[in-house]
């Protein structure tokens, strides 16, 4: 598994809910060292023992605790930039969605050995979407549970109205039932597109 996957893990486990919790957790793990580097790949097995781990000590359901590292990744103030990448998806949460076949591709360009399941949405009616993880179960175990977990936080980011379900696995894809109710339904949060890089300096005397 690559490192930036555990690097993930360990730094939402510190984050929400703190260094002494991320050490127990590891020790539980039985893990023999002290932080995942986000450049090295890992036995999937070690990761899953350090999410085992985490069910124990925080006494939440892995998917629970799956769906907060999704949410952990839009709406911590550490992953602004990641954020930031996923609103350039569309100008409103309906076009978001229909970027996201493209989002594997586009973590590659960013990380060249990253690779994320592939994505397939499809509309079964007006505002009514599936999206299947396609080999998520084999390669990415709970990678679908974490989408989830995005797509509520980018719903909220949009300001949309939307109903998820994670219904299980099918043909070895994890899908996910998305319902858009309302697209403009609350405030959005604030996203400025020219404040994406610094204005250029003049070289000139």
């Not at 949460?93 to 592939?118: K, M, N, Q, T, Y």
């Not at 339904?185 to 020219?194: K, N, P, Q, S, T």
């Amino acid at each position: 598994m690559h490192g930036l996957i555990a690097r993930t893990l360990q730094c939402f486990l510190q984050d929400t809910y703190g260094q002494g919790a991320w050490q127990e957790i590891a020790r539980r793990a039985e893990i023999d060292f002290a932080d995942f580097e986000a450049m090295l790949d890992y036995e999937t097995r070690v990761v899953e023992q350090v999410l085992d781990a985490a069910v124990t000590r925080l006494d939440k359901p892995r998917e629970a605790i799956l769906e907060d590292i999704g949410t952990y990744l839009i709406t911590h103030a550490n992953n602004e930039g990641l954020r930031r990448l996923m609103r350039y998806g569309g100008v409103d949460f309906i076009d978001f969605l229909h970027s996201l076949e493209d989002l594997p591709g586009r973590a590659r360009l960013a990380v060249a050995d990253l690779d994320l399941p592939e994505l397939e949405l499809t509309d079964s009616s007006p505002g009514q979407f599936l999206l299947s993880c396609n080999g998520s179960l084999r390669d990415a175990p709970g990678f679908g549970h974490v989408l989830v977990g995005v797509l509520r936080a980018m719903a909220d980011d949009y300001g949309a109205l939307v109903i998820l379900d994670h219904r299980g696995a099918l043909d070895g894809a994890e899908i996910i039932d998305i319902t858009v109710v309302e697209t403009d339904f609350a405030e959005g949060r604030e996203f400025d597109l020219g404040a994406v890089l610094p204005a250029r300096r003049s070289t000139a005397p």
